[in-house]
């Protein structure tokens, strides 16, 4: 039911106007109603005092983005095909909760906000907005401690699964057989700790902007298939036929003719193994005996397009638009089994997007999947000369652009 609606009486006998009113006059919210054009119409106080427009009076009929400027968090010029408020006011869409910094109109004071629209009847917009600097704290807060509890826990845990990998090894230690399966199962949870502590530290210096790409000119097809041959022992040990420079379509008539391609990329090698590294363990991990695994690079105009393939388990439709989700695991009945933390595609996306990439995934159920992921291609030339560069520099010479 409307808000302001005919039958304006509550049970209790109360105005339902006065009532809310009297909410709007009092929350810590800012609320701002406009018309359809953007000139306002109604502004609270906590608006008022957030946006610093000396009263309700001088803002009414005034656009409202002479009240609401809007920066990045990192203190950025919002261009306007960014800025969502803009967007939303314009084109009569609602907005959900858009970070950004409000800069005070008067004292240029910054107070970060989550900012949100809604179109009501006849076109008038209600642009509402918090003051998220407390729940920023909070998050950060308790990133930190996240960080350090994982920093302190790897240790331990690592002597454990050391410890454990003496104890499992015949010539270091004799134990019965009983104890051995005891023992294999202690193993593989602190390896499964060990993974954990590392993907959560990796995620809160990731979310934190503290793990920045150190880019370098990179040959990305000698580059992926020498991080591939390094899964050959893993995929055999799993029955998987595993083969670089092929796709599923190509597989039986052998390598993809393009590989002789030479292709270059200018990435971070540490960020682009670990991204391989996620990506090909995932497939092993999701494939049963008896399955495939290919892994290609190509390159596609302006683009690096790496693809890794498999013929496993596969993804519903359902859990796709979620996988690269923080924490997210597809349940169903073949996941339940195989270990995880739900981090690792959320950090390749991280690591993707930090590099001017992109990742995606096509996939049914029960039908395989392939991850791809497209990175910044360079040509021969651009490669040849950020190499000197690099060269010039570890010889005392100039930087490389
Ligand atoms: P996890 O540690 O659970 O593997 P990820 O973030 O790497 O976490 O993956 C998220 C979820 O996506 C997995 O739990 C799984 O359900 C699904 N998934 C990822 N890769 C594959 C794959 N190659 N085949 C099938 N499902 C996959």
Request: net charge negative; proline share 2%.
């Amino acid at each position: 039911m409307s808000l302001f609606s005919k039958k304006n009486q509550t049970d209790s006998g109360a105005d339902k106007t006065v009532l809310a009113e009297m909410a709007l006059m009092t929350i810590h919210d800012g609320v701002i109603i406009t018309n359809k054009n953007g000139a306002v119409q109604f502004i609270n106080p906590a608006a008022v005092a957030m946006t610093e427009c000396a009263t309700a009076e001088n803002a009414t009929g005034l656009d409202y983005g002479l009240l609401i400027k809007l920066e990045t968090k990192e203190g950025r010029e919002l261009p306007e095909n960014e800025n969502k408020l803009i967007i939303a006011m314009k084109t009569g869409q609602s907005l959900d909760r858009f970070a950004a910094c409000l800069i005070g109109t008067k004292s240029g004071k910054r107070i970060p906000i989550a900012v949100s629209v809604v179109v009501a009847d006849g076109g008038n917009r209600i642009i509402t907005f918090r003051d998220i600097t407390k729940e920023l704290a909070e998050e950060g807060e308790q990133a930190e401690f996240i960080s350090t509890a994982s920093h302190e826990m790897r240790t331990p845990v690592a002597s454990i699964e050391g410890y454990l990998s003496l104890a499992l090894n015949p010539q270091t230690a004799s134990i019965d057989e009983r104890a051995r399966g005891y023992l294999a199962a202690a193993h593989a949870a602190s390896q499964h700790l060990g993974h954990l502590f590392k993907d959560l530290l990796d995620v809160t210096k990731l979310d934190d902007g503290h793990l920045r790409p150190v880019f370098r000119p990179v040959e990305m097809v000698g580059t992926v298939k020498q991080i591939s041959d390094g899964y050959l022992v893993a995929a055999k040990n799993a029955k998987l036929n595993f083969q670089f420079g092929a796709n599923k379509q190509n597989a039986v008539g052998g390598l993809d003719r393009r590989l002789d391609q030479v292709v270059y990329g200018y990435v971070d090698v540490n960020f682009l193994h670990e991204i391989m590294d996620n990506l090909i363990d995932n497939a092993i991990k999701y494939t049963p005996a008896g399955g495939s695994i290919y892994v290609n690079v190509l390159g596609d105009g302006d683009r690096v397009l790496i693809n890794v393939t498999d013929t496993g388990i596969g993804i519903s439709s359902d859990d796709l638009q979620h996988i690269f989700q923080k924490f997210y695991r597809a349940d169903n009945s073949d996941t339940r089994t195989i270990g995880g933390t739900g981090l690792g595609l959320y950090l390749v996306k991280q690591r993707v997007e930090a590099m001017g990439g992109r990742v995606w995934a096509e996939s049914a159920f029960g039908e395989g999947s392939t991850f791809y992921v497209s990175l910044p291609r360079i040509t021969g030339e651009e490669y040849e000369k950020r190499m000197i560069a690099i060269n010039n520099t570890n010889n005392g010479g100039v930087q490389p652009q």
